[in-house]
């Protein structure tokens, strides 16, 4: 299975998902669904066995964007503690968010079992330790607070690792599972019940009819009545964009030489905070370690940062080897919950599901109970609390879209030397380097077979200039996560537009 980095990701041991269907564009859907991950499987799956005519587009392949790069702990205790939903939303809100979370998991086991799917589904329980005076205050005030929000914990002596700790708390009624597997299976289930799945099938552009909604695709056009925007984050410009910041999360997987692995879910509480669980994959135990985030584009060298976390893990663990290594990208809300339900400054037929943080495959699920029921009976699950309503309109908004959407149009028509450019800077394979040229600035990567690849630096989604990211051999922007492979090519939106390509003379002399 592909995803939308270089490094390879423990999930991706299982085939690209084949889909069955003709495109059918003569017929009207009831909702078309924009993304093929955890998010949009699922909801088309829920809406397609509620009676709805479905389709789902998908511009790469199942599970390409962050599904195929998660970690799967299904988790009530969430990243956002409640002590901060508490403070930010009240007592009642953090009892719906730990309803809503363990609704996610008891979903998931009912689609296990319902459909038989292999993907080692197993209920456990979560650990929480700190390791410090300071954390052990704030783990007892998480501890108050998830009581409060309605989770059943308890201090414990003992946790699945060998670190050091000062306190813990263990954690009901948690799970873990193989992402893909479990995607995959959906999705063949969701074709079975009459959906329809179109995978390498890139939503280019939406717009209102009179009678619906004409859905502009890299390969046809499809008329929907309702049309949900599950790719992570919306694409073009929206006011969430405001609200949800781009983060990179990095994970290894890896062989213990004692062959004990550890159960549960277990996390520590620094900030950027580890976590770790085990995963069995065709029999054989991985033992997963994941953390070191930072906000994407940040001036960090990505190798660097693999290297931290496997010294880190064998500062814990035994280790034999590590089989996997691979980091992806979350949207953090700005207050801490997810934006589920109608996508801002656009007509109710529009939804939107993104700012999970790192608890996706939880808020995946809320996402698709939610919005399933807000189109089947115009209600919401969950008082409303998801609401990406509750985001303001800012004064200015609309001259400020105008003004960014402009894409800045820079080398069209100019032929660049390449071996200037390499003189400019010395590149290995592998690196990528934003240079100064004649003053525009020029993003120029070397791949493994010593080819130069130069594109414009600036990010067609709203300008920002973009960085490289040497492990996942992509230009990754800080502003609101837009992310392009070497050749300019859109990875990940919110960019709808691929960045420009510079023309190198040398090139064009070769071919
Ligand atoms: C390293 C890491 C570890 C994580 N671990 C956990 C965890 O343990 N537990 C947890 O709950 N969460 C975890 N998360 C978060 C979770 O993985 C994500 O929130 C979740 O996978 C998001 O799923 P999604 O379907 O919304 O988005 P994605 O999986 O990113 O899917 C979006 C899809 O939309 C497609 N798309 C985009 N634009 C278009 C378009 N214009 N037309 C058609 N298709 C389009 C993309 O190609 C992509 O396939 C983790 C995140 C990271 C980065």
């Known amino acids: 299975m592909k995803r939308d980095g270089n490094n390879k990701s423990l999930w991706q041991e299982v085939p690209d998902y084949i889909s069955k269907k003709n495109q059918h564009p003569d017929v009207i859907y009831d909702v078309v669904i924009v993304g093929g991950g955890m998010t949009g499987v699922v909801t088309a799956l829920l809406l397609q066995k509620a009676g709805k005519k479905c389709l789902l587009a998908e511009a790469h392949s199942l599970g390409f964007g962050t599904t195929g790069g998660t970690t799967a702990h299904l988790n009530t205790l969430l990243d956002t503690p409640y002590t901060t939903i508490t403070s930010n939303f009240g007592s009642e809100a953090s009892q719906t968010v730990a309803r809503a979370a363990s609704e996610a998991i008891d979903l998931i086991e009912k689609h296990v079992n319902l459909y038989n799917i292999q993907c080692h589904f197993t209920r456990t329980e979560a650990y929480l330790f700190s390791q410090e005076k300071k954390e052990s205050e704030e783990l007892e005030n998480i501890y108050q607070a998830s009581l409060q929000a309605g989770l059943s914990l308890k201090y414990v002596r003992n946790i699945p690792i060998t670190s050091h700790f000062e306190k813990a708390l263990q954690i009901e009624g948690q799970g873990m599972f193989h992402p893909t597997k479990y995607l995959l299976a959906l999705a063949k289930e969701f074709e079975r019940l009459g959906g329809n799945i179109q995978t390498n099938c890139k939503v280019e552009n939406v717009k209102e009819i009179e009678d619906g909604i004409l859905v502009e695709t890299s390969t046809a056009v499809f008329k929907a009545n309702k049309i949900i925007y599950a790719t992570h984050i919306p694409p073009g410009i929206n006011l969430l964009h405001l609200r949800c910041a781009p983060w990179r999360s990095y994970a290894i997987a890896v062989k213990l030489s004692h062959g004990v692995y550890p159960k549960g879910l277990t996390y520590d509480m620094k900030d950027p905070y ?172 070397k791949d493994t077979d010593g080819r130069l690849h130069a594109v414009s630096s600036v990010c067609t989604h709203m300008k920002g200039t973009v960085a490289w990211n040497s492990t996942e051999k992509s230009w990754d922007c800080s502003c609101h996560g837009a992310r392009y492979d070497a050749e300019g090519k859109v990875l990940t939106g919110p960019a709808n537009q691929n960045l420009e390509t510079v023309v190198l003379s040398d090139l064009i002399a070769e071919s």
């Open 274 to 445: 580890h976590y770790y669980r085990t995963q069995y994959v065709d029999g054989k135990p991985y033992l997963i370690i994941g953390g070191n985030d930072h906000k994407t584009g940040e001036d960090v060298n990505t190798e660097l940062v693999f290297r931290h976390l496997q010294a880190f893990a064998k500062s814990i663990f035994d280790i034999q080897e590590v089989t996997h290594q691979w980091s992806s990208q979350y949207f953090e809300s700005s207050d801490g919950l997810p934006y589920i339900g109608h996508l801002p400054g656009h007509s109710d037929s529009y939804y939107v599901a993104t700012g999970f943080g790192g608890n996706g495959m939880i808020y995946s699920h809320v996402a698709a109970m939610e919005i399933t029921n807000m189109i089947l009976s115009n209600k919401s699950l969950y008082t409303e609390l998801f609401s990406p309503s509750r985001v303001k309109p800012i004064a200015g908004f609309k001259n400020f879209i105008a003004h960014n959407a402009d894409v800045v149009k820079n080398f069209i028509n100019k032929l660049i030397p390449a071996d200037t450019l390499e003189e400019l800077v010395e590149l290995a394979p592998g690196e990528g380097k934003i240079v100064d040229f004649e003053g525009s600035k020029i993003a120029l990567s």
